[in-house]
């Protein structure tokens, strides 16, 4: 009989002596594009949120008057052909006569090495330890040349600096918003579905009203409702409020869904007739059971909310100057003139589509791996 | 059926005046209003008859009637096809809307017929040569189109044209058509300046689309139907096209009425906006900034009226195709 | 000491039972799927033949490769399968002579050698050799009628011969033409009469959702029948139905058959369904045949243990003995790690150690028209 008890191939071992996290922490190890994405999210948050002062050459309001310059080239080769550690020129301002613009050209007589680690302008590392390092830079008198890795902005600051700093406030705002959206949607969802009476009418109702209302342009009048003379953090915090109010309907709907039927499930009547208070049963013994759907819609829908952000603004409608997001950074670069004149502007392109990129693929992993009953 | 049309043509019309009305609501919270703006900038010019001039303003718009009393009269006068004068423009809001609603609506329905021209084949083509090449590659790409919002999309794309091509990619008409009267050659310009900003707006919801057909085709294509299809002797394009898809695009009508097309509506006139075309998305947003309440509150309304019909044809058009729904 | 692998290699002859012309012949079938923790062999070395108006019943556990034969005989078994070996010979009898091109009136055809997507085998498919299914509640699409569906078949496979006026030689017909929409519905109407739908002509315009699931089957049936097939292939086409129902449905298959002159490939693990259904047995398991013979010999003489085990777990009216219904010992193996030797001797109860689970049996001829695979025969 020994002969019919085939030994377990190791991958099924694993499987089977697991609780359900590690077999999802195991699946979602294999997802490559998953981990991708949780790798690169991590990269991002890493730089964008909590590092911005120290990968940025200059602070967020330094202005020069490098006025609308493009993008500094860092150089290896220098005029005559030699190789050298990396270097830039210097610019010099000129005034096309027949276009009657104001252009930059390089001054090859003047050289500045790129350093890595310079000093340069203060700020408090995570709003706390004062630093002046900058992750790279060159040493000349900030009047004198400037290195702009994706150029200069009208008044002449650095925009490579401005979407480090821009990337926090539309980071944070998805995160923030994602957050505040959890909370009122599972709490509501978890309550409409178990009690179901007079909170489930409200939510049912709430939620279909919501989604008969056209979204964005929902949005866009309220965040148009915020006052202008507010202060900024008072805008911010407004607009994620407002993000997380449009938001929450769609998951308390499903997570109402699940709790109708997780209710009826044995170990909740068994938590029942122990004697489990109501408020136990509903978030010891029900709500974990709807978590994984729950992380599967959230991590899907940070995008959208950075999106929003960043249409709202863009359109004028969300944050505003003085506050810096990649949105309001959109503002100035999304018209014809500043296209056809300051393209390197559209660099705060790339990163929110990265964002939206590696949000979806962790996403999608995620959803893979936490349905270990889904075929495909 | 007639009962049922009547009672969702009911339900429509309640939901309009709640939208409208909470718009109202909602553009009144700011303190201030369209004046209290105006005022400052007759003064700011050094204008004496300022306060004057725009207490006459005041009287002309109503607003120095209560809120309830202002929201009836417009909704009343809506129904009547008054949908009030733009203090901006200082223009009935019919005249400048307009034209733009027809634009608007060519746009919504050129991005959600270039979206289900395109998402199905690829979907269809993605699952039945499931885990193939050119699955993979449909795959990527309709990830990546899930992931990148139109009106970036338009930037990008504007950017390729102005700098790389040189091109003219904005509005809807080349110059010598714009003022021009309709002729076929009007048409044509109009189809040729259409259908970029209706592909862009589309991609989005073409690479949601995708997946949802792929992997609704692969759970159909797994029903024994199919297999009984197959063993009748059909070819196996019969058996795909007429049986399968048939039967997992119907998932996708409901989702193309309460899903793609509110978002493409939304997601063109962004487009729209980048690409400076005659929509309502551009007027809508300026009225936004500048409190122009019934306009802005007329747009909102045309949204949503575009939104519950739009929904609304999606329900008649799957209980068109599919016999085991029935309209109660 | 004998060698398994010279058993195993073994070619045996193709025994032949009945005296009618033969329709099909299974040599050796055997079908693979490569899945990605292994091979799963679904059929291995499958024989039997089937004749014109022949009935053979196929018995087994689930999963025991009943259904995969009958995929493997239309090629449509599903991805990742495929047949590795073996021939499937289907003597084709030309019933449109011209249309076929065929000179002769029986063509031998290896299905195994045709494109499974291609012309040949869709004109066979559904057209000479007819299956019906195991879901009749899901075996029609549900957004067309009864009637589009018949129409499908009979549109397809069915041909009407052009009698040309003044023609005295009715024998040498010789132009065949497509049936159109009218004579398809009424086509259409005949066989839902014949499978006993009441008011057929109505009913053709019946929705799935409207039929009942007898009602189903019966237009399964019907569109299977249309076409006047040499051969239906039932692949448990009443497991999904009450008893009653499942009565009648078989009453009707045996009607028709008769009438037609069709043979029938019954897959079932319902003893009891194919004991009135079939004249000959074939008894699968974990894709190995292990018995094949008359129905009266197999039931009243069964020789393979699994046999044995299989009839005595089938509950019988009759003085009450207080015994308890026997059931088969132990689990059904991994189809990925079969039991070496027989792969049922982990289940058996005549088990010979050392024997039974080292040695591969070969195919034994135990008694008149009637074969075993077991080491209990082998000499």
């Known amino acids: 009989m020994a002969v019919a008890a085939a030994p377990l191939t190791q991958a099924k071992k694993k499987e089977i002596g697991q609780s359900y996290w590690d077999l999802v922490w195991y699946r979602f190890k294999k997802n490559r594009l998953g981990v991708l994405g949780a790798i690169l999210l991590i990269a991002l948050y890493g730089s964008f949120v909590a590092l911005p002062e120290v990968i940025s050459p200059y602070a967020l309001e330094n202005r020069s008057n490098f006025v609308e310059a493009p993008p500094t080239a860092i150089r290896l080769i220098d005029e005559k052909g030699q190789l050298r550690a990396p270097f830039i020129y210097g610019l010099e301002r000129k005034i096309d006569p027949v276009r009657r613009l104001r252009t930059w050209e390089l001054d090859t007589d003047r050289k500045y090495p790129v350093r890595l680690f310079v000093q340069g302008d ?248 936490l349905d270990p009953y889904s075929g495909r | 059926m007639l009962n049922y049309l009547l009672r969702r043509i009911g339900y429509a019309l309640i939901m309009i005046v709640l939208v409208s009305f909470t718009s109202f609501i909602i553009i009144e919270l700011p303190p201030g209003d369209f004046l209290t703006q105006k005022v400052e900038q007759l003064r700011a010019r050094g204008d004496r008859s300022a306060e004057q001039q725009v207490e006459m303003l005041r009287v002309r718009y109503g607003l120095d009637k209560p809120f309830l009393e ?251 195709v599919d016999p085991r729904i029935r309209l109660e | 000491m004998e060698n398994a692998q010279t058993l195993a290699g073994q070619t045996f002859v193709n025994p032949s039972m009945d005296s009618r012309p033969t329709l099909l012949e299974v040599r050796d079938l055997k079908v693979e799927f490569n899945i990605r923790g292994g091979v799963i062999k679904a059929v291995d070395g499958l024989t039997f033949d089937i004749k014109r108006g022949q009935t053979v019943g196929i018995i087994g556990e689930s999963g025991c490769g009943k259904s995969v034969t009958a995929r493997a005989i239309l090629r449509m078994i599903p991805k990742p399968g495929r047949i590795t070996g073996g021939q499937i010979l289907y003597y084709r009898y030309s019933r449109y002579p011209d249309r076929d091109g065929a000179k002769k009136d029986v063509e031998v055809i290896d299905l195994t050698t045709l494109d499974p997507d291609g012309e040949l085998i869709r004109q066979i498919r559904g057209g000479e050799i007819a299956m019906i299914f195991q879901e009749p509640m899901s075996s029609l699409t549900p957004v067309y009628t009864a009637g589009t569906h018949l129409n499908e078949a009979i549109t397809l496979h069915r041909l009407l011969p052009i009698k040309r006026l003044g023609d005295q030689m009715v024998e040498a017909i010789t132009k065949y033409r497509r049936v159109t929409k009218e004579e398809a519905r009424q086509i259409a109407i005949e066989m839902l009469r014949r499978v006993g739908i009441p008011k057929p002509e109505q009913r053709v315009d019946s929705y799935p959702h409207q039929l009942s699931g007898g009602q189903r089957q019966r237009v399964m049936i019907a569109i299977a029948l249309s076409t006047e097939p040499y051969m239906l292939i039932a692949d448990e086409p009443t497991t999904a139905l009450d008893v009653s129902i499942e009565a009648q449905i078989l009453d009707i298959m045996r009607e028709l058959q008769q009438t037609a002159n069709m043979a029938i490939m019954f897959i079932t693990h319902n003893l009891g369904v194919i004991a009135s259904m079939a004249d000959e047995i074939v008894v699968m398991y974990m894709g190995k045949q292990v018995e094949r013979a008359k129905v009266v010999d197999l039931f009243y003489h069964p020789k393979h243990p699994y046999t044995q085990a299989l009839l005595q777990s089938v509950p019988r009216l009759g003085p009450k003995t207080g015994a308890r219904l026997a059931s088969i010992e132990g689990m059904v193996p991994d189809p990925l790690n079969l039991p070496t030797g027989c792969v049922f001797h982990p289940r058996c109860p005549a088990f010979m150690p050392g024997k039974c689970d080292k040695l591969i049996p070969s195919w034994n001829k135990v008694g008149e028209n009637h074969w075993a695979r077991c080491l209990l025969y082998e000499e």
């Not at chain 1, 949005?219 to 409020?241: G, K, N």
């Not at chain 2, 930037?155 to 091509?165: E, G, K, S």
């Not at chain 2, 159909?220 to 997992?248: C, D, M, S």
């Open chain 1, 122 to 369: 203060e700020y408090k590392l995570f709003g706390l330890i004062p630093m002046n390092i900058h992750l790279f830079g060159i040493e000349a008198d900030q009047s004198e040349q400037r290195i702009f890795l994706l150029g200069s902005d009208a008044l002449g600051r650095d925009y490579f600096t401005r979407i480090m700093y821009g990337g926090r406030l539309s980071l944070m705002i998805g995160l923030l918003g994602q957050f505040l959206t959890l909370v009122l949607g599972t709490t509501l969802g978890v309550i409409s579905g178990y009690y179901g009476g007079a909170v489930d009418m409200f939510v049912q109702r709430f939620t279909e009203f919501l989604s008969a209302f056209p979204n964005i342009p929902l949005f866009m009048a309220l965040s148009a409702a915020i006052p202008v003379f507010w202060p900024p953090t008072a805008v911010y915090f407004m607009l994620t409020i407002i993000l997380a109010f449009l938001g929450w309907g769609g998951l308390a709907r499903q997570v109402r869904g699940l709790i109708l039927s997780l209710r009826e499930r044995e170990y909740a009547l068994a938590a029942k007739s122990f004697g489990a208070s109501d408020w136990r049963i509903m978030f010891r013994h029900l709500l974990p059971g709807t978590m994984s759907h729950v992380i599967v819609i959230a991590t899907l829908s940070i995008p959208g909310m950075i999106l929003a952000e960043t249409a709202l603004s863009w359109l004028g409608l969300g944050l505003r100057p003085p506050l810096t997001s990649w949105g309001t950074l959109l503002q100035d670069a999304a018209t014809i003139r500043a296209i056809r004149f300051t393209p390197w502007l559209l660099w705060v392109v790339p990163p929110i589509l990265l964002t939206i990129l590696t949000y979806n693929m962790l996403g999608d992993g995620l959803r893979d791996a």
């Open chain 2, 70 to 320: 202002r929201y009836v009269n417009w909704a009343v006068n809506f129904l009547r096809g008054d949908f009030g004068e733009s203090f901006e423009f200082e223009r009935p809001v019919s005249e400048i809307l307009g034209a733009r609603l027809g634009y608007t609506i060519i746009l919504a329905l050129a991005t959600t017929l270039i979206t289900w021209l395109l998402a199905i084949p690829l979907g269809v083509i993605s699952a039945v040569r499931q885990y193939s090449w050119v699955d993979q590659v449909i795959s990527v790409i309709s990830f990546i189109g899930l992931g990148m919002p139109g009106f970036l999309l338009a930037l990008i794309i504007l950017y390729f044209a102005i700098i790389v091509f040189n091109l003219e990619v904005t509005g809807l008409f080349s110059p010598e058509y714009q003022d021009a009267p309709w002729s076929v050659g009007k048409v044509l310009d109009l189809l040729n300046h259409l259908w970029l900003p209706a592909l862009i707006a589309a991609i989005t919801g073409i690479g949601g689309l995708v997946r949802i057909m792929r992997g609704n085709l692969l759970d159909t294509l797994g029903q024994p139907f199919v297999e009984a299809a197959r063993a009748r002797g059909l070819k196996n394009r019969t058996v795909t096209w007429k049986h399968a898809v048939r039967i997992a695009i119907n998932p996708l009508i409901t989702i193309l009425g309460s899903e793609v097309f509110p978002s493409i509506v939304v997601g063109s006139s962004l487009v729209a906006i980048v690409l400076n075309l005659p929509t309502i998305g551009p007027v809508f947003v300026d009225s936004l900034r500048k409190l122009d309440m019934y306009l802005a509150g007329t747009c909102i309304v045309f949204f949503t009226i575009m939104l519950l019909v739009g929904n609304l044809v999606a329900d008649l058009l799957l209980a068109w």
